[in-house]
DNA sequence: TATGAATGAGAGTTCATTCAT
DNA sequence: AATGAATGAACTCTCATTCAT
């Protein structure tokens, strides 16, 4: 969880034998991530991954169908963690707003978590038309719908407006987190990103025209 | 072999030579713009775009300097559009919270009207490093300065909340319209992008929470 | 026709770009079929080919889709000359088995003149399935069906046994040919192939009973 | 990962791995021949033969040097029975002509029976130059001249034309039989390989022409 | 200016072979 | 003897770019 890249612990006198099966898998996606986010999906080899990996450039085919299928392979995992994460956030929450709170929170805080998996999902996979065929892809819808779900309770409960369209309210939420992520990823600037969520979340809630005193909790 | 194309049409020498430079090149961007956006920068090959605008590979060259050179002058001539266009619109027009209106509506309204353009931008162009040495890369900038601008005058006259952070708030506008356009683009659902401008606004000024009755205009 | 190597005759002094269309690919033809028959299809490489030919590994592929395209684009033309001049031998000679004398000789004389195309044509090629959609297979299914034709008529004319099979017999002469040149080619032994034309035909006609003298003319 | 699979039956261990050895080196033999016929040497793989006997690609390399030396092991067996079932069927035949037509019999079932075997002699094996130096080679070369002895036989006994180059002959005999062969396994109809020896043996014998009546016995 | 044939570096991918276990 | 993960050389093919015409 916390590990940065030392992941090779214990291992006996031959390390190149010594990673094996998943263990190595995990490995190749962890420097692929890597490489993808610094350098572009395109503009990334196989060889500089599999120097970086200090692995040969075959064994990654034992592992991955093709460089695409690498690419694609990357969302996997993160997005079931996504999911399982956000479900635990979300358990106990009372109140579709308390829900959209922890929501805004937990993504952002994903994403600053996940800077280079995020930097290649916006930037590489999802405007690949490949990528629809996915479960990953799938994931991410189920995603978008729990949001939607959640918007709708809220009206259901008369907490939220319901003259706004959900997908709207949806698009608007997501956009804007993703483009304070990807602004800060790429101007380097995102010391914080997460310190961002309530701000974001009360820009939201509130709107943006200064309160009338008195009137909101 | 012997018969080329008929291009050369009853025109002075000289002027129709010199029309036909700024018009070949225009010719090229467009074509390009099409066809970039249609199969993504690293898929899109030179042989493809010359091809479809009838004229040599090796012409393209007269005129950019390479392949990247031609997708960083894709903007170059949009955003002038834009931005001189923006100018425009909020000429005349008083008020913080209705320029922020006008702008969002001359935002979508411009995406709507240059679906490829923005695809390109959005998809190949910004992430691109080297992206960043552009001028059309400084007129961005320029313009995300002037809705910083225009927010701040709105915390100046008393029509925003002075305890959102400009950029952030930035950051959530543009997001929102940039995922809306994205979205409606790749999906090819996005039949009143324009149509969407207004609730969006609602959104940000008014906030998600039901309206006390009787409260705003 | 009896040329060797140097068909560069004429060239303008950068040579570079005076080999041109058809030329081209004639010349890369060429260096292929040596190469192929040399090394065989798959241990001959497209580096080879055009480093013999004195070109871009590139270039072979502005004249042809891959490797498989020119194994078998090497059939086309030489069926075209095989069929045609066959068919120009035969013109004027009356009667089946002059045909099927002609035949015998034309097609091992034609094969000695060709070694590398034979060699490649029958090792490389033919076992091929993916051949089979092509047109050089279609000429060569016609040309066995000439030779059919031929025994057919010969039975007519009651100059053949009606008590053999077409096919056996075509089989058999065709495949006494191929060996003949084959075990030639490989051996490097076929001074004269053609001289062997008589024989084989003697062979087929009379059978290798010794003859009953004064029986037959 | 635990469990593999049982193939240790209640055999006594040293019995047990002592017949192995030579049963194991059989059944890639027998994998490979088929694999090999059905894709080609070059196309088939070793890891493709490897799963099909269900065995570790590496234990190949326990019984074969590499794949040619694989490729060139299938004719070793096959040619020893062919040679020595050739002897015995010879046995106790009086006069040429007669082994001359049990030979072209053996050769067409002995082909029909081994149909894999054939196609990868025929087209795999040998036109590879380095099959040459193989003991099979020497095997095959000792069947063609046993071929040539019988036709030198036959002249020497006043049965055969003494006019017929013996090595022309035997060329022609076994080309007929290999063509037969060849396009009755690539065409998949060779539903009565052996039927044909008779034809066969008569069109050498008798030749094509009509039989004057009463003439030979 | 315009052309488009030619270039050639460099990419992804395969697979025979090795060798620690 | 048996395994099969790991290797890495070598291949085919693509395509941005050049340049003689």
């Given at each position: 969880?916390?590990?940065?890249?030392?992941?090779?612990?214990?291992?006996?006198?031959?390390?190149?034998?010594?990673?094996?099966?998943e263990?190595?898998?995990?490995?190749?996606?962890?420097?692929?991530?890597?490489?993808?986010?610094?350098?572009?999906?395109?503009?990334?080899?196989?060889s500089?991954?599999?120097?970086?990996?200090?692995?040969?450039?075959?064994?990654?085919?034992?592992?991955?169908?093709n460089?695409?299928?690498?690419?694609?392979s990357?969302?996997?995992?993160?997005?079931?963690?996504?999911?399982?994460?956000?479900?635990?956030?979300?358990?106990?929450?009372?109140?579709?707003?308390?829900?959209?709170r922890?929501?805004?929170?937990?993504?952002?805080?994903?994403?600053?978590?996940?800077?280079?998996?995020?930097?290649?999902l916006l930037?590489?996979?999802?405007?690949?038309?490949?990528?629809?065929?996915?479960?990953?892809?799938?994931?991410?819808?189920?995603?978008?719908?729990?949001?939607?779900?959640?918007?709708?309770?809220?009206?259901?409960?008369?907490?939220?407006?319901?003259?706004?369209?959900?997908?709207?309210?949806?698009?608007?939420?997501?956009?804007?987190?993703?483009?304070?992520?990807?602004?800060?990823?790429?101007?380097?600037r995102?010391?914080?990103?997460?310190?961002?969520?309530?701000?974001?979340?009360?820009?939201?809630?509130?709107?943006?025209?200064?309160?009338?005193?008195?009137e909101?909790?």
């Amino acid at each position: 969880m916390a590990g940065k890249k030392g992941q090779l612990l214990n291992l006996s006198p031959n390390n190149k034998r010594a990673i094996q099966g998943e263990n190595k898998k995990r490995l190749i996606l962890q420097v692929a991530t890597e490489v993808f986010a610094a350098k572009g999906f395109n503009e990334a080899t196989i060889s500089q991954i599999a120097k970086k990996a200090n692995i040969a450039e075959g064994s990654i085919y034992d592992y991955f169908k093709n460089k695409e299928d690498l690419l694609f392979s990357i969302p996997e995992e993160r997005m079931d963690n996504f999911l399982s994460g956000l479900q635990e956030h979300l358990e106990g929450i009372k109140g579709p707003l308390s829900k959209l709170r922890k929501l805004i929170w937990y993504h952002l805080n994903f994403y600053e978590k996940n800077k280079d998996y995020v930097l290649i999902l916006l930037q590489n996979i999802q405007q690949n038309p490949r990528f629809n065929s996915t479960r990953a892809y799938q994931l991410i819808r189920e995603f978008s719908k729990r949001v939607v779900q959640i918007i709708e309770e809220g009206k259901k409960e008369g907490v939220l407006r319901t003259d706004i369209d959900s997908r709207l309210l949806r698009d608007a939420i997501l956009g804007a987190i993703e483009h304070i992520t990807i602004r800060g990823s790429i101007l380097g600037r995102l010391p914080t990103l997460t310190a961002e969520a309530e701000a974001l979340y009360d820009v939201f809630v509130s709107g943006i025209q200064p309160q009338i005193p008195g009137e909101r909790s």
